[in-house]
């Protein structure tokens, strides 16, 4: 199956990706489309012979927990309607807590890297044969991007993702600009990951800009793709042509033609790798490439336990301030905490935009404060309702005025159905209450 060259569809951004020229697919998040609403621009793509591929990002598939039915469901329900090829997921954990550990649940609001270990690695083996099982298309399944390092990890990354794909026939996505951040915060380098890759399972590839700041790669997707990035493409095309390849861009979006110009050096870094790859074959034709040796899997019991203690002491220092778990950098873990918290104010923003308005200049430090004491447990938009009722709660915003806004925006939303739509408001919660005496 060959994809070409695309670029993540995003509502700011659709008008621009209808006229860009060159375009043959685009890939969108699939928890920001209903089955049922697709965007009129999806609609017209779709109508153009564009392929539509969802790319999920609240799975969980290398969490320790089996994936839930519903999520799975969702997703195979978005596949079909954008009549997609395959869907994509991440190789990371997203929430932990819960049964398994007796403890409260958390999530995490963002990607979260697995300790490359056989533990690991065998419950996301099982995680991904259920997802597979579960979705009408193939499944491809991507690397992300690290702050953080596990300690006692047993493979490198080409190892563990050679192995999953060997165990479980899941396709791979490559992230490039995932292994230019890993390169720069961990110390790995990609051309030893890429060398480790089973290059036939590749589906396709994901490029994307960054920022450093302190030593640190913040994998942004708001930011122009930098050479070092492009240059790990050409690598990577030197050793195999990827069926497609997509540039990803989430914020700060530029005028079209500096995406266009992003996707002319794509297409370029492609071109110098297939030369390469080109000489390449000419001298080592014949040469087998070595591979490592399957190993046999464990009993995923005692590894879904293990592996739930150790996520959810490391999700819990992360959003809850417990100790920091042995072995691992506290510096690297305090900029992954502060990094967690900004994108939930980021996001909560996005799905309840009201709340900045409200709260003017002194919605993100409020948020940042109540995010130090009140861990995310379910959802972006229950998170918005959470910050709203513990700001009223405390008497804020102190201008009554804003206050009064925030109240009825807070009431409007909490519950089972918009108030506007109910014949008599019953507060039965002594929140509530305390709320309306405000």
């Not at 993540?8 to 209808?18: C, D, L, N, Q, T």
């Not at 047993?154 to 995932?178: C, H, K, P, S, W």
């Not at 959802?379 to 008497?395: I, K, Q, S, V």
């Amino acid at each position: 199956m060959r994809l070409g060259t695309g670029i993540g569809w995003r509502p700011e951004i659709a008008e621009a990706v209808e006229d860009m020229p060159g375009i043959d697919w685009v890939e969108v998040v699939a928890e920001n489309v209903c089955p049922g609403h697709l965007p009129e621009s999806l609609l017209r793509l779709r109508e153009r012979g564009v392929t539509v591929v969802p790319h999920g990002v609240s799975l969980g598939l290398g969490g320790a927990e089996r994936p839930d039915e519903g999520r799975l469901a969702s997703l195979a329900e978005r596949a079909e309607a954008l009549g997609s090829p395959l869907v994509t997921e991440h190789i990371a954990f997203v929430r932990a807590g819960g049964p398994l550990t007796a403890s409260p649940r958390l999530e995490a609001g963002h990607l979260l890297p697995v300790p490359r270990t056989r533990d690991a690695l065998d419950v996301l083996c099982e995680n991904v044969r259920i997802a597979q099982d579960a979705l009408p298309v193939p499944l491809a399944v991507e690397n992300i991007a690290a702050l953080i390092s596990w300690p006692g990890e047993e493979m490198t990354e080409g190892q563990f993702l050679y192995e999953l794909a060997d165990r479980t026939g899941v396709r791979l996505l490559i992230d490039v600009a995932n292994l230019h951040t890993n390169h720069v915060n961990r110390g790995e380098d990609p051309a030893e990951a890429l060398a480790g890759l089973p290059l036939e399972a590749i589906a396709y590839v994901h490029v994307a800009g960054g920022v450093e700041r302190d030593g640190v790669w913040h994998d942004s997707h708001a930011h122009p793709v930098p050479g070092p990035v492009l240059d790990i493409l050409t690598d990577l095309a030197s050793r195999v042509s990827p069926p497609g390849v997509l540039l990803e861009r989430d914020e700060n979006f530029p005028e079209p033609a500096e995406l266009e110009g992003e996707l002319a050096a794509i297409r370029g870094a492609l071109d110098k790798g297939a030369r390469g790859r080109a000489e390449a074959e000419a001298t080592t034709a014949g040469v087998p490439a070595a591979r490592p040796g399957r190993r046999e899997q464990g009993s995923p019991e005692p590894a879904r336990q293990r592996l739930a203690l150790a996520q959810t002491a490391l999700l819990s220092a992360l959003v809850a301030g417990t100790p920091v778990p042995e072995g691992f950098d506290r510096v690297r873990m305090g900029v992954q905490a502060r990094a967690l918290a900004a994108k939930r104010a980021d996001v909560v923003a996005k799905v309840a935009p009201e709340l900045p308005v409200v709260l003017g200049a002194e919605y993100r430090s409020a948020f940042l404060a109540y995010a130090q004491v009140r861990p995310m447990t379910g959802g972006y938009r229950r998170d918005a309702l959470d910050f709203a009722e513990h700001l009223l709660l405390a008497g804020r915003p102190r201008e009554a005025r804003a206050r009064r806004e925030l109240r009825e925006w807070w009431l409007e939303r909490s519950g089972p159905t918009p108030r506007s739509r109910r014949p008599a408001v019953r507060l039965a919660r002594a929140t509530r209450r305390v709320l309306l005496r405000r």
